[in-house]
Structure formats: structure tokens, C-alpha cells
């Protein structure tokens, strides 16, 4: 068609190039301020299950009013993919012109940009969250987004030790050793998820669990906790009880985290629980006031935002564009 210009396409390698995690984290924090301040046009997520190989689909997108560009993504976590040696996350993402709805970028980044968002997301909301002297990790999950969110929150937090802990030993002392090479932090692997987590001041949790592994009694006082898991209907990682000890939870947004985040799990009637709950993104943007208290519980339930997926593609394909 006359006048209309091919989408670009980018390789994987090209995304990471474009967008690394440092932008990606003030990419992020836009996105989260404009979603909590109304600013943000988005449908609900689409989700598939195919169970017969632990297969999650993912669909999101979103409009962030006055931006150059909208996007679509569709992500993936097939988790028996490493079975065979595969990566288990996979994806891609259309972003388009707002003003004329053209293609402008097919970004097939195998999941990069959702992965490099959620530790963004991650990493924002722990650093908004926890003590100021908060000095004791723990990552439940030492995968891919484990990683990337260990790796966002060092570029705003330098903790002095790092608990991991994951089902699979192995895996774990993997994950341990490339640690050890981001950061000058004493890095161990826990034999239990509790283990870890007893003593440390922020707790991170990264796994597509659907029976929770994460308890309150484990909690110090003043603990946080970042719980990215639960994206979907059905999948959770928090026990009650941790929702019960928390002062507060800041959710990415409240209203998907009661459907599909471990707010589903939350009493249905306000009155049952002293925890408040707010948008992450207007702790961000103080609006809304994160701890208050020293001794104060925090959970941030993160489900992944479509504005996520829209500010992070109009990155690229500014960047693209010049």
C-alpha cells in the first residue's frame, strides 16, 4: 500500500540492545503511575492453559493515553520445556502506531520484554516496599525470573547476602554461582523454602505454583515481599497467612490481582483484615503511602500489566525510530 511502511522486525538480541534492564526499570515505573492514575486504556488478559505439558499462554496489551505507540504481546511459560533442554518462556510483541493503528515493530524477543518488565515491576515495588536497611534476600525460584529479578534490584538495592532456594538442588547452586558474579554479596542455598526465608528482611518469589509454599509464621517483623507467581486463575504462592500478617499490600492493580493475583485468595469481606491495599503505582508516585513502620509486614502482588507490555514497546520502537 502506497505511503505505508513494513513493520520492522527484531530479533531477540536486537530487543536486548534497545532496552536493558536499567531503562527498563524507569519504562516501568511509568507504566505503573499511569495505570494507578487512570491514565491507561487496557483490556483484560487472555489466558490459555494447555495442561498436558504445563503450558501457560499469556495475551496483554494496552493503550497509555498520550503515548506514540499501543502494543500487543503474547507470552509464554511451558514449563516442561526443560525437560528437553528448552527455554521455558517464549513470546512476542506487536506494537503499533496510535495515531494511524499501522504495525510498526514485530518484536520476537522469545519473552524478553515481559521478563525484563516483571523484574522491573519487581524490583520497583521492593525498593518502594522494604526497610531502607533491609540487608537479607531470599529468591524463591531460581529460574529465569529469579535471575532478572535479583539482577533489577541491584541496580536499586546492594544487599549484603542472598538466600536461594529452589525444588531442584542443582538448579539452585546454577543459579547460586551466577549470583556470586553480579554483586560482592554471600550467596547460599537454602535446603528449604523456609530456611531462606526465616531471618531475611526481603523475600522474593518467582514460581507458577498452585499450592502456596510461602507461610507468615516464617516472616520477621519488617519483612517484604514481592510475589510475581501468581498471574492466572488458580495459581498462588502465598499462604494465607501471609496476607493475614501483612500491613499492607500494593498490588500492580488491585482489581486483576483480585482476579487472578494472590489477592483471589484474600477474605472477601474488608472487615476480616487489618491489611490495606493499594496500587503499587501510587506508592510510586506518592499518592498513596507505603510503610509506615519499621516493624510492618509489606506484600507487593504483581500480575502483570498490559500498560507494562504498551510503555515498554513504545521504548523500542522509539528507540527504533530515532
Not at 493503550?63 to 533442554?85: C, D, E, R, V, W
Not at 519488617?222 to 500494593?250: C, F, N, Q
Not at 501510587?282 to 504498551?310: M, P
Request: net charge negative; hydrophobic share 45%.
Amino acid at each position: 500500500m502506497t505511503g505505508i511502511q513494513a513493520p520492522a522486525v527484531l530479533t531477540e538480541d536486537q530487543v536486548r540492545e534497545i532496552l536493558p534492564m536499567i531503562e527498563a526499570i524507569g519504562v516501568t515505573k511509568g507504566a505503573l503511575v499511569a495505570q494507578a492514575g487512570g491514565l491507561v486504556t487496557q483490556p483484560d488478559p487472555w489466558h490459555l492453559e494447555i495442561p498436558e505439558v504445563r503450558g501457560e499462554v499469556h495475551i496483554k496489551g494496552a493503550y497509555i493515553h498520550g503515548a506514540t505507540h499501543y502494543a500487543a504481546k503474547l507470552a509464554t511459560g511451558f514449563y516442561a520445556n526443560s525437560q528437553m533442554g528448552l527455554p521455558v518462556s517464549s513470546g512476542l510483541s506487536l506494537i503499533a502506531d496510535a495515531k494511524t493503528g499501522y504495525p510498526a515493530v514485530i518484536a520476537l524477543d522469545n519473552g524478553y520484554l515481559t521478563d525484563v518488565r516483571t523484574a522491573a515491576a519487581g524490583a520497583l515495588a521492593t525498593d518502594a516496599l522494604a526497610r531502607t536497611d533491609a540487608d537479607v534476600v531470599a529468591v524463591i525460584g531460581p529460574g529465569i525470573q529469579g535471575h532478572l529479578q535479583m539482577e533489577a534490584l541491584l541496580h536499586l538495592r546492594k544487599p549484603a547476602e542472598l538466600r536461594v532456594y529452589g525444588t531442584n538442588r542443582s538448579r539452585a547452586e546454577t543459579f547460586a554461582e551466577r549470583m556470586r558474579g553480579l554483586h560482592s554479596w554471600t550467596v547460599t542455598v537454602a535446603a528449604s523454602a523456609k530456611e531462606a526465608i526465616e531471618g531475611a528482611d526481603i523475600v522474593t518469589t518467582a514460581t507458577p505454583a498452585r499450592e502456596p509454599h510461602i507461610f507468615g509464621e516464617w516472616l520477621k517483623p519488617g519483612a517484604h515481599v514481592t510475589a510475581i507467581g501468581a498471574d492466572m486463575a488458580g495459581k498462588r504462592e502465598l499462604a494465607p497467612s501471609v496476607l493475614e500478617a501483612a500491613s499492607l499490600v500494593a498490588a500492580d492493580d488491585v482489581a486483576q490481582c483480585r482476579r487472578v493475583g494472590e489477592l483471589q485468595y484474600a477474605p472477601a469481606a474488608p472487615a476480616a483484615t487489618a491489611t490495606a491495599t493499594v496500587e503499587l503505582g501510587d506508592v510510586l508516585a506518592g499518592r498513596s503511602q507505603g510503610r509506615t513502620a519499621d516493624d510492618q509486614i509489606t506484600v507487593a502482588d504483581l500480575t502483570g500489566l498490559g500498560a507494562e507490555d504498551a510503555a515498554v514497546g513504545t521504548y523500542v520502537a522509539r528507540a527504533l525510530a530515532g
